[in-house]
């Protein structure tokens, strides 16, 4: 009872107090003097203001639909400790109220303060709907302090309030001094490009996009708020479209931030107190705008209509080569079938149902596969016979191969090796040994694609709904949205990987068919000459290129390095699986399985994530990555060296050293695979070499550093394969020679667009945007999509090589080709 009652008492003593502080404001409200005074634009008026006093200036102007002025306010205090009592300014006008305080105290990271004695505002421009108007604002001028402050107040018009298309505009702006201005969409402009430059770097600055609405958001602590919005040094662009502003018209508002970090600037120092006031110094900051027509509707539909044409006229010209090649097929056949064929039907004349060498007679051939028929696969016919039947054969099952392991061994390490000696297993077991590639590599692509998909979508939403235009790391000089992507031409542009990679199955498929017939008619060429066929791997190649060209387009979907590794997952799989290819081509046999090559990718992949979170100025990761990267290399050094026939167990090491002493210090002989040493010594010395540059620059890309081994192996690799073929007397035909200089021009051009560099997310947005350049193509597309066109005919050109560069073997038997 007694708690209650002292409860009860405090009660009504904080009661008592409230309303004695309540009626001491009402009574020095009642003794504040109010002065109203009516105001002229562009007269400065230079007042003291006190907590006994307050003023109210009050201004009209005539407001024209017609034209559209701007009212600025601009207020200097030219007291002393103002921070203390600072002065409110509150400006009231029709539909809408300003207030601010001077000095205004802006916040900047770790919640630091700097104030700003002079200070310029805006006013927003409320609608009118008579032809002419009269409106009327007032400026309240009050503040708490007893001593007075002394301020400075000018109300001014801004004839250049409304911008002009294609006439640029230059200004001043500072943090406390932002700056905005209209722009009205003219008939016959349905999207437009605002572009603000400044040859100054610093201070950092934010240029936003908002729609005509009180208030206007232009502090730095809020113009984030609404609209779309980017940080920029130099330069910023925003494509801006007629249907998302429903009065046809926008603000462009430009603010200049506090402090510079945001635009990759470093941070001056850091405060002692988290109260503490700090000069901000000089940030005004020069800059000029511009607002120009985006491209018409035309121009989408010529970009769409000349990237279709450039890959199409692709399967023209393969439809074109198809027909040469069936002709001089026909030829042979004509020749063959009248010496043999008829010799068993006397009497009969063959007709054919198409003219000879007619168009009808290629597409004939073309579509339906018809297969050369040689002189000897003839004479074979009614004297050879499939040896195996077809059944499910495992090759875990058991060993295919006819003698014992023992052999096997022997077998492998002859020091000089022929294909027949590794072509030993059963074709068939083979084959869907490397089908599994192919259904692998698309299982794959599915659940990637799926995930990856979903979550860009996710991006752009983000994008769209929150203005946020740092996000995503685009050429905004060159970035054409449609619909809801804000860069539909850098996606377009990746629609030569998918369509060139279907050619490349398309091609495939038709040797795959012509060869199964030719090994149904007991073909002895297809049997026992030139490199054993195996189109697995090829299938994977042309189904990698395809998700290639689908997961790019998804990183341009919003670009950035959280999902850079979209873009470059399946280009470690084509480097992969094209190395696994030529090494396929001498050594079908004892090639990596398909599960063991995807779990090496999906290792690799696995260090990319981890390179893109940890790998940027750790050490200790890319110590780690280095050291794994270099017993990577040795094992697979030793792997290729001994073909497989070594193990690694406990006795490891005792067996290399008994090699170190019997090979190098009891007797110096050299080793007995030379080309294999020298390859194999190469290819070391050019990845510790790539190691060590790793762990000395930490570059920032990981991902593009972990390419840039893959391509510099399958270079490696393949620049040996081709001396070795010279080397050991075989020749390039024309059609293979063809594809290597012509792949070799496209990739030299496509390198050179691809480091143009028109956007890096290794930078922060804004110094990203110093990079961006204007379209080169159609006005539609950049120097980043010449890069996509480029470089997908130019896999497409390297995936042609590999499959015709040994097509001069078809004739030769495998016991005479080397391996190597």
Known sequence: MIHLQ??????????????????????????????QKYAEFDVTYNDTVTSDNQTIYAFNHTVSRNKTEGVRVTVDVLSEGAESSPILFVVRQKQAVLSFQVPLILRGLYQRKYPYAHVGRTLCQPPTRTLSE???????????????????????????????????????????????????????????????????????????????????YDLDNNVAFIGMYQTMTKTAAITVQRKDFPSNSFYVVVVVKTEDEACGGPLRFYPLRPDELIDAGNRSKTLDVVVSPAISSDVYVMGMLFCLGIFLSFYLLTFLVACVENKRSVDRFTVIYSKYIISYTPGVTPVSPYEYGSFGECVCLLFSLFPPVSERSLESVTGRSRQESLSSIEEDDYDTLADIDSDKNIVRTKKYLCVSDLARKDKRVLSKKYQIYFWNIATIGVFYALPVIQLVITYQTVVNVTGNQDICYYNFLCAHPLGNLSAFNNILSNLGYVMLGLLFLLIVLQRDIIHSRALDRNDLNALECGIPKHFGLFYAMGTALMMEGLLSACYHVCPNYTNFQFDTSFMYMIAG??????????????????????????????????????????????????????????????????MGRWRLDSGILRRIVYVIYTDCIRQCSGPMYIDRMVLLVMGNIVNWSLAAYGLLKTPNDFASYLLAIAICNLLLYFAFYIIMKLRSGER?????????????????????????????????????????????????????????????????????????????????????????
Not at 632 to 640: F, K, R, V
Not at 781 to 805: C, K, P, Q
């Open 6 to 35: 002292l409860i009860l008492f405090r009660l009504g003593y904080v009661a008592l107090l409230l309303l004695c502080v309540t009626h001491l404001r009402c009574a020095r409200a009642e003794n504040k003097t109010v002065v």
């Open 134 to 216: 009269t409106q009327y604002f007032f400026v309240d001028v009050s503040t708490l302090s007893n001593l007075g402050t002394h301020y400075q107040l000018r109300i001014s018009r801004v004839d250049s309030f409304t911008l002009h298309t294609d006439k640029k505009f230059s200004f001043t702006a500072s943090p406390s001094q932002p700056q905005y201005f209209k722009y009205v969409f003219p008939d016959g402009v349905d999207t437009a490009i605002v572009k603000v430059n400044s040859e100054m770097t610093f201070p950092c600055s934010v240029m936003s996009i908002q729609d005509i609405q009180c208030p206007v």
């Open 577 to 642: 699986l094209c190395v696994l290819k030529l090494y396929q081509k001498r050594h079908p046999d004892i090639n990596a399985s398909a599960y063991t090559a995807y779990a090496c990718l999906a290792a690799v992949i696995f260090f990319s994530v981890l390179g893109v979170v940890f790998g940027k100025g750790n050490m200790v990761f890319w110590i780690i990555f280095s050291v794994l990267h270099i017993l990577a290399t040795m094992l697979l050094s030793t792997q290729l060296y001994y």
């Open 732 to 820: 390039i035909q024309c059609m293979a020679m063809v594809c290597i200089l012509f792949t070799a021009v496209v990739w030299g051009f496509a390198l050179f667009f691809f480091f143009q560099g028109l956007s890096t997310w290794q930078k922060t947005p804004a110094e990203s945007r110093e990079h961006n350049r204007d379209c080169i193509v159609l006005s539609f597309f950049d120097d980043h999509d010449i890069w996509h066109f480029l470089s997908s005919i130019a896999m497409f050109g390297s995936f042609l090589v590999l499959l015709t560069m040994d097509d001069d073997l078809d004739d030769v038997q495998r016991d005479k080709i080397f391996v190597f």
